[in-house]
């Protein structure tokens, strides 16, 4: 089994649609977990940080449920501009290695 | 703020060639890394350096070195490569904090081994 794994997609959504991105991980001692942003052959960008408790961030949202080991991300009123893949990311226990998960491209289209 | 340099960003190599791809950050972070990433893979972590002076191995270290010359550059050596490592490299410097810990990405070297 994958350290992190995500939803395969693609995901092809009209503008202004909501989407919503799942990622399970397997380490259960893992610390601290983000979503990554990465454009077509450019690098990865941190999109957010996701909190024990849920966190906003405009049209974005993240959760985290420790006990499944399971992350989300929800996507608001899509944009063009957010057609990008998405990378689940989880930071092990000792602090030190990145797990990136294989990632999930989202397409919005007009 | 130039952030994560990293250089070539293109190359291509015969088999058995060897080269070095150069990363430097100006963010004077403790830790560096090595990535590559591969269709449907992900990025996998090949090496990284917590500190200056230490480097260790990641998830796929095999044919590849690694130098940390000081705090500011890690580069990565390809002595003799194989068409298997075509792929795209990522170097990454990393601000450490708990949540707030923060990965800062190089654009990338995307190399072909024929």
């Known amino acids: 089994r994958k350290e992190v794994e995500q939803d395969p997609g693609p995901f092809n959504v009209p503008e202004g649609a909501t989407v919503a991105f799942n990622c399970t991980y397997s380490?259960?001692?893992?610390?601290?977990f983000f979503w990554y942003r990465q454009d077509c052959r450019k690098e990865p960008k941190l999109l957010m940080s996701?909190?024990?408790s849920g966190n906003e961030d405009g049209r974005f949202t993240a959760q985290l449920n420790r006990a499944s080991q399971y992350i989300s991300l929800l996507i608001r009123d899509s944009k063009l501009s957010d057609s990008a893949t998405y990378l689940c990311?989880?930071?092990?226990?000792?602090?030190?290695?990145?797990?990136f998960g294989p990632g999930t491209r989202l397409s919005v289209l007009p | 703020n130039a952030g994560v340099t990293q250089t070539p960003k293109f190359q291509v190599l015969k088999t058995g060639q060897s080269m070095t791809l150069q990363c430097a950050q100006d963010m004077n972070h403790n830790s560096m890394y090595w990535y590559r990433q591969d269709p449907g893979m992900g990025l996998r972590l090949i090496y990284y350096s917590a500190s200056e002076g230490t480097t260790d191995k990641g998830e796929v270290p095999n044919g590849y070195n690694v130098s940390r010359l000081n705090k500011r550059e890690f580069s990565l050596r390809l002595e003799s490569a194989a068409p298997s490592q075509t792929s795209v490299y990522f170097c990454a410097s990393i601000r450490t904090g708990g949540i707030s810990t923060e990965a800062f990405f190089g654009q990338g070297t995307r190399l072909t081994v024929v």
């Open positions: 996701v909190y024990s």
């Open positions: 380490n259960s001692a893992s610390q601290s």
């Open positions: 990311v989880v930071l092990d226990n000792y602090g030190q290695n990145f797990v």
